[in-house]
């Protein structure tokens, strides 16, 4: 909900670091890093290391930000690119809820994680295909003036509000299976709202 905004800030904010690691540095090397590092938040989460999860979840997504404004900064924008970022980004997406689960705590959150990926599942089809029919029509991100590879419809989560969220599931470990069955509620209202947006504009 709140990426497009954000992004429009996004290259200000990092472009100094782009710039200091400089262009021998390729987009696709920090994407990589990024991954790794949540991965890492994952296994941080699984073995109970608060601390650090949360640490290297602030650095994934941080990297994460950063690659796209590096491929900008250096002139690197890559077809391949966009296409690694978004594929890692899912890894990520699933390693940090299946660390959570690992952790265990809770005799309800295994049912509540599924849930969780089950509308992370569904979620993915509902923007990916509806950004390939957008794009076959010309109507998708070149046409729109953003700075993705692939137009991403707008929903009620999106970017910002994962890293929000799961910045709330790395911390507070009481409020977890809680916050889990939210984030797979808004998950799904986010899916229901582009579906009634693809009704109205591809009928």
């Not at 938040?41 to 690659?67: F, K, P």
């Not at 299976?177 to 109205?200: E, G």
Request: hydrophobic letters at 55%.
């Amino acid at each position: 909900m709140w990426d497009e905004l954000l992004r429009r800030h996004k290259d200000g904010w990092l472009a100094p670091l782009s710039r200091a690691l400089g262009a021998g540095v390729a987009p696709t090397t920090i994407t990589i890093v990024a991954a790794v590092l949540g991965i890492g938040c994952a296994w941080a989460a699984a073995v109970g290391a608060t601390g650090a999860s949360i640490a290297l979840w602030g650095a994934n997504r941080t990297l994460d930000g950063l690659d796209g404004t590096h491929a900008r900064v250096h002139g690197r924008q890559s077809d391949l690119g966009g296409y690694l970022d978004i594929l890692l980004d899912f890894v990520v997406y699933a390693a940090v809820p299946l660390g959570l689960l690992a952790a265990g705590g809770d005799a309800r959150l295994p049912a509540a994680i599924a849930w969780l990926l089950a509308t992370f599942f569904v979620n993915a089809a509902s923007w990916m295909y509806l950004s390939a029919v957008l794009e076959r029509r010309q109507a998708g991100a070149a046409s729109r003036g953003e700075l993705t590879t692939v137009t991403m419809p707008p929903g009620l989560v999106a970017g910002t509000e994962t890293v929000v969220l799961y910045t709330l599931l790395l911390a507070l470990p009481a409020w977890r299976v809680a916050l889990v069955w939210l984030m797979a509620a808004l998950v799904a209202l986010t899916v229901v709202q582009r579906v009634v947006w693809a009704r109205r504009h591809l009928g």
